[in-house]
């Protein structure tokens, strides 16, 4: 059976002499495997520099759920983007966005509100200005949480100034464990996670050094809730390239 399905690229490994296995997130059947042929040849119709990671692509594929490899039967990009791939600090961003998604989804589940939120996350970033960019990696970890059950409850208030990260609520006092925010970053937390477009991101000020502090507490939450959660690649990088 042939379907129609949009699809982000994670991750893509060199199969043979012309072939790759290309990890996808698709829109109709969450994050799926596939083998595309003829890809990597040095033919100029050989296409598989769409394949790169962080690419949104139109897909016509092949689905059988008894199977853990599917096929693509055909495949162009479904965005283009203008600067993601040429500037530094984008491609950086999007880089630890598709290892945050790759590390986080493990399930071939259909999450198509994810999905959607995942690809207007890279669009954005591919036309923010640098202040915004800075900032989405941030945003779109709180997000992703959200997405994946363990959204944050409450607010930052003069009631409330620690954020527990164990229980991803607001409280009035430090708890009885080191996994807590204090009042400045609970604060800037609950800007973030309040943001209702990219732009307001930009708004929110802070310097390199406590961009570094949340992505570390938030990649913590994300081991709270999650157990088999593994360490990211991308973050010390990312943390070089953005001022």
Known sequence: MLHKTRGIVLKTIKY?????????FTELFGVQSYMVNGVRSSKPKARGNLLQPGNILELVVYHYEQKSIQ????????????SLHF??????????MIELLQK??????????????????LQALDVAPLPIAANLPLY??????????FRLNGRY?????????????FTDLPPHHSNYLDAANSEITDKLFQ????????????NKDRRRKLLYSYLDFFKLHMPDFQELNSPPILHEILD
């Not at 043979?16 to 996808?24: M, Q």
């Not at 779109?140 to 059950?149: D, I, M, S, V, Y």
């Open 157 to 169: 208030s003069e009631y409330a100034h620690y954020l527990d990260l164990q229980e991803g609520s």
């Open 140 to 149: 779109f970890t709180l997000k992703l949480a959200e997405h994946l059950g």
């Open 16 to 24: 043979g002499d012309t072939s790759a296995i290309v990890n996808i």
């Open 104 to 121: 986080s989804l493990r399930e071939p589940e259909q999450q198509p509100d994810l999905y959607h939120f995942s690809e207007q996350a």
């Open 71 to 82: 096929r693509i039967s055909e495949f162009k990009l479904g965005y283009i983007y203008t």
């Open 195 to 206: 943001c209702k477009s990219w732009e307001a991101l930009g708004e929110i000020n802070m």
């Open 87 to 96: 500037n530094i600090v984008k491609n950086t961003v999007a880089l630890y």
